[in-house]
């Protein structure tokens, strides 16, 4: 080893999250030697704290269910959602890698598995290729004993549930049914079993992304990958146009790491970075960011650094959410299929289909707000009857909802709707009028304004008692408005990469030696969503695509051989 270098080695990846994950245990199945470092001092990153779906058309898990598609479907579907916002090559490869990707963890480790999310439809079903079933997979639920002593170590999410319940993501919905369905009903039996067995055999389990990153975090120990925590990206090291290493900040000292084959920069997005929101995503003058704190743009900036160009910086993965006490958000995904709700703006109006997908919701809310004012923040309202049969904010039917919500003033209550009204500060005749506007829609069933329900997945998280699920009057005192922010899971730019994640140039060469994945990487995804798992379906996959290139077989989409089940 050149005496320049603390470490030498094959690959260096940075982060870890799904997509560093995958690639670091794709390199170490390649025979690279492999140093996976990762900023904070706890691994996992946003996959952890996310809801840990895989949207991967093809991929095995689907295929033993019996759902595979056309390839061409797949193409067909992922260019209608995309436009031409990502180059037909990028798109095509993703396509074709992510079953492959998918295929591969199964076959790494016998921890990776996985299960189909019953019916979560595609975010855009009614596009060319899309389906209505959905093509969303999660790992399966996983006892983080497991771990042993690597257990603590993980990221901890928020979305745990009392006395050790666990709920996959097709739980949740099913849950929010409990008070209308017999599926509902039978899923709070099912929880209060789980519950039950959890406090006999004493286990630890997790669901959602913790679930993926358990799984993940024990298949790279059994392949022997090394992992150094609180041990952050100090600089990228190249020589002659080509990056050869990394400067990494461990134990008090800067080590410079030998990069052989190439460093996979697997770092997030500029989350929770002041300087970068305020330059790049116009219209949000708040860090109302779910991701994981550590994301800070860390990867984005030393990429530019090195030439790198840059795509999609003034959009991120859009969440509406509320705030909670201590900063906290919760996102409100069912909750805008709620019957029996809507959200007005600041003028007392509804201003879109409050079911849509969350990006494109805020995208809506951000372009009006840019254009007329008073779009942030909006106002989510409901009536006592949906209250009272449907979850909201993680608080079940029936239940009280928290005091601190109001004291912050993101709760409000009333028993009139002009009082109500006049707490939040819109117009009470406006508001009124909004809502006889939209009761009168939801007694024909229809929402002739904005088609709120037309789509399968309006319908998912709607009541399927009802004959639009999505809607129902608002006429059951009393009434409540919950505040409602343009939060997000994420930003979607970042480095311009091509089909095999090589970070681009302005002038589209390839900056040698450096590779960019998840969200340290402008999304596959363009401004858009294809479905639920959007956002780690490309991380893990182009992990595997960089990992494959760095190591000298570099994938072809055109000769891809189809998965298998």
Known sequence: MDSAWDRSVDVVVVGSGAGGMTAALTAQAAGASVLLVEKADRYGGSTALSGGGIWAPNNPTLLRQGLGDDPEDVRRYLRAVVGDRVPTARLDAYAAAAPLALEFLERQSRHMRFFWSRGYSDYHPEYPGGRPNGRSIEARPFDKRRLGAMETEMIASGMRGPAGLWVTATDFHDLNQATRTWVGKKAVLRAA?????NVVRRRHMATTGTALIGR?????AEAGVELWLSSPLVDLVSAGGRVIGAEVGRESAVRRIEARAGVILATGGFDHDPEMRAKYL???????SMGAPSNTGDGIRLGEEMGAALDLMDDAWWMPAIEQPKGRLFPLVSERSMPGSIIVNQAGRRFTNESAPYVNFIHDQLRLDQR????????FIMDQRARRRYTFAAVPPYQPLPKSWYGIGTMHTSSTVEGLATKIGVPADQLAATIDRFNAAARRGRDDEF??????YDRYYGDPTLPNPCLNELVRAPFHAARLVPGDLGTKGGLLTDEHARVLREDGGAVDGLYAVGNTSASVMGNEYAGAGATI????????VAARHATGRPFDAATAPRPKA
């Open 372 to 379: 007329d004012g008073g779009h942030v923040p909006a106002w």
């Open 216 to 220: 993940l975090r024990l298949a790279l």
């Open 537 to 544: 379906g490309p991380s893990l996959t182009f992990g595997w």
């Open 193 to 197: 079993g789980r519950v039950a067995t």
């Open 451 to 456: 088609r709120r329900g037309d789509s399968a």
């Open 282 to 288: 116009s219209g949000v003058d708040h860090d109302w």
